[in-house]
């Protein structure tokens, strides 16, 4: 009997990694009969962290009323893993699907340090936080006002929620901030290496995907330098060009100052999580995939991990669209590509029909 592995992140905005593991399964099964499919949907931090920990660790889920990133309150959840360890997953509060026009300069993570916070309360004190998908570029300061600290004007008022407050912050005041922090161990899962500031920070690599203009990403990208040396002068600490500081809009950089977070690449975390190289070494093929393999994909995404860590068995990427080449991808480790849209329609046109090109896509794959 073959074994397959089918180890995918979501098609963003289309279908959840769980979805893909399910329909990928239901084709081959019915394609080859006598064969093994394990289901291991993954995540890199981003969208499905939290479901992906449920589904391969067990737990339970925890739904706190939060605030979404300009104010709303929503229902967002986290997971509780062995009742002492809670995985928080940052775009459930904070996520970019979650507000519609997009509002770069507006959103924040309060809602983010509210999931903390009833993480805290409920007596957790390990914590893994999932910082991809953002809607926001507020350098954190949403989420660690909502845990007490506050970030004041010249006239010592309370600034303006957002990326819109970040340049006239003149003072970090932490005298607030929940004392319950020092006791907690916070791990923070990362698909990204950019700094807070500059050409590749926050604002230049990833506003412009939150609905920012070009004078939005440089106000942004100006609040954010203010911002940090504020934040120096506070804390002593500048870890403004350190890897992962910009994620999530800055949040990378607020969980490391204000919370002594540890970074970890968040794909790395669960694949190690779901013993994914033990299950490995018994397989005859290991599938993997996402919704767009771009440049960005080579740096670390999901495909590419799995590939680095699948001990040499054979490894097919199913991808919405790839922009890259066949040569690169097996230099990389994948040994074929299939895209489910392969002439590249726009996405509004593939949308109502994604499970059926997924499906297709399947069944060009050979054991």
Known sequence: MKKVIIAPDSFKGSLSSFDVCRIIS???????????CVSMPVADGGEGTAHTY?????????????????????????ALIDGHTAVIEMAQACGITLINPLE???AD??????????????????????IGGSATTDGGTGCIRALGGRFLDERGKEVRRGGAGLSDIETVDLSGLDKRISECRFTVL?????????????AYVFAPQKGADTECVEQLDRGLRHYSAKVKEATGKDNAQAEGAGAAGG???????FLNAGMKKGIDNILDMCAFEEK??????????????????LLGKVPFSVASRASGVRTIAVVG???????????????????????????EAILPRCEEMLREAVNKINL
Do not use: W
Not at 55 to 71: A, L, T
Not at 112 to 125: C, E, Y
Not at 251 to 257: Q, R
């Open 26 to 36: 239901e084709e081959l099964e019915k394609r080859y009969g006598d064969i093994e």
């Open 54 to 78: 449920l589904y391969n660790m067990g737990g339970e889920k925890v739904e706190v009323r939060v605030q979404n990133p300009i104010g709303k309150e929503i229902t967002a959840y986290y």
């Open 104 to 106: 770069p300069m507006r």
């Open 109 to 130: 993570t309060f809602g983010t340090g509210q999931l903390i916070l009833s993480a805290i309360d409920s007596g957790v004190r390990n914590i893994v936080i999932g």
């Open 190 to 202: 990362c698909d990204v290496n950019n700094p807070l500031y500059g050409k590749k920070g926050a």
């Open 251 to 257: 949040l990378g950089f607020a969980l490391m100052t």
């Open 280 to 297: 490995a070494g018994s397989a005859d093929l290991i599938i993997t995939g996402e919704g767009k393999m771009d440049m960005q994909s």
């Open 321 to 347: 669209i790839s922009e890259i080449d066949a040569q690169t991808a097996k230099e990389k480790g994948i040994d074929e590509i299939i895209e489910t849209n392969p002439t590249h329609l726009p996405f």
